[in-house]
């Protein structure tokens, strides 16, 4: 299904000579990110495809075992560059079971608030991309626009726009600075009435409908014999979400519904991810109506790194109380802190397997522990990439232009697949 390097010889010695063996990518003006398609056709019809990954290889999973637990998250944010907040919440859940520990219910919180921002940002992003390689350039400009102000909300909160490292394990790094909860009510008071404004654009539109229904069309069965997940897999018919299947960060106190639809083709795919957006919508506000006290760090102090820090207006978290604390008044506080910074915390030995629903399905973090101060292993089941083995499914038979759409409606983002 997926090609290495050096293989262009391999695939076309195996195609006929009536057809021809084209490369899309991997820098390509209309596709999705990083991604080198090999394409067997026959005139413009697709005989045979291929996914040539590994131009945006980082070796984060790799560098994880040289590094201690909560510099890990440093680096699994940076994967699904798109997400990232589902990547250090799904890293940080598995830690702490691992620890046996449970981030307290106001962090728990405000993991749920930053990941349906973040699901929305994502989703903007998908459509804006998608928009553009299909044509509808005010779609591009519109998402992104939009995604600004979710960027907004993020660097007021965390001090950084993408790569936050803002969830830890234990909690998150600091509570919600002042003016983050009036911030983020009026941003969802005011994109609903955005997401009227584009399908206004595009449900009726001939252009959009003629590009998406019917392309590249993924059935159920198919899909989840594949292990694909998300949009993809609610777009045919299967309303698989772990957010209402397996809870986490107390998701089940909160209402919401999975959009399914059942036509399985790209426009089916539009019209889940547009409901989801509402949806998360839905969700957010009720995590600000319901949004609890109390610390949003667990109180054991061999865990909770870094400790007491608040975002200052220079955006670097440095609590001067906390500083003169540790640097004047108790040598034994110094220590500590020197220890927990440059040691990190050992973790109890065995192993975990912790999924969360991320913008484009199960994404999963599969982590071991020998007992060690750093993990001896960090697999991530990346949504992208499995998402990624249907590709040549649903544009085989299909025309070339068929390709962009079909690709576009996965969604893949490849810093997940290359990771």
């Known amino acids: 299904m997926f090609l290495g390097g050096q293989d262009w010889d391999t695939v076309s010695s195996r195609t006929s000579a009536d057809t021809l063996v084209i490369n899309m990518g991997p820098q390509h003006p209309s596709t999705h990110g990083v991604l080198r398609m090999v394409l067997e056709l026959d005139g413009e019809t697709i005989v045979n495809a291929h996914s040539v990954i590994g131009y945006l290889h980082t070796g984060i999973e790799k560098t994880t075992e040289v590094r201690t637990w909560t510099q890990g998250v440093t680096l699994v944010t940076r994967m699904d560059y798109l997400s990232p907040l589902f990547n250090e919440a799904g890293y940080c859940l598995a830690v702490e079971r691992l620890l046996g520990v449970e981030a307290p219910e106001r962090a728990q919180a405000i993991r749920v608030l930053l990941m349906e921002l973040n699901r929305i940002a994502s989703h903007l992003v998908w459509i804006a991309t998608t928009g553009m390689e299909l044509g509808a350039l005010s779609l591009m400009l519109y998402g992104f626009r939009e995604r600004e102000l979710i ?115 790209c426009l089916a795919r539009y019209h889940v991810r547009m409901a989801e957006m509402r949806e998360s919508v839905k969700i957010a506000r009720q995590v600000l109506d319901t949004l609890p006290g109390g610390p949003v760090m667990v109180t054991d102090p061999k865990i909770a790194w870094p400790a007491q820090l608040k975002l200052g207006n220079d955006g670097l978290g440095n609590s001067l109380d906390y500083i003169r604390s540790i640097m004047g008044e108790s040598m034994e506080a110094l220590i500590h802190h020197f220890k927990l910074v440059t040691e990190g915390f050992s973790v109890p030995a065995g192993e975990v397997y912790v999924p969360v629903e991320s913008p484009r399905g199960e994404l999963g973090f599969h982590v071991v522990s020998s007992g060690d101060n750093k993990p001896w292993r960090v697999h991530t089941r990346d949504p992208s990439f499995i998402n990624l083995q249907a590709m040549p499914y649903m544009v085989r038979g299909q025309l070339i232009a068929d390709v962009i759409a079909a690709v576009a409606s996965i969604d893949p983002v490849m810093g997940g697949v290359d990771r």
């Not at 394990?169 to 600075?177: R, V």
């Not at 009227?196 to 959009?208: A, R, S």
Request: aromatic residues 10%; hydrophobic residues 35%.
């Open 151 to 265: 960027l907004d909300i993020f660097e007021h909160i965390t001090g950084l726009r993408m790569n936050h490292a803002f969830i830890r394990p234990g909690g998150i790094s600091t509570d919600l600075p002042e003016g983050s909860v009036e911030k983020i009510r009026e941003f969802l008071d005011y994109v609903p009435a955005r997401f009227d404004e584009y399908e206004t654009l595009l449900t009726e539109n001939p252009t959009w409908i003629d590009r998406n229904k019917g392309i590249g069309v993924l059935p159920a069965d198919v899909a989840l014999g594949l292990g694909v997940t998300g949009p993809l897999l609610r777009a045919a018919g299967v309303a698989q979400d772990l957010r209402k299947t397996q809870p986490y960060c107390g998701y089940e106190q909160y209402d919401f519904d999975v959009p399914v639809a059942t036509e399985a083709d």
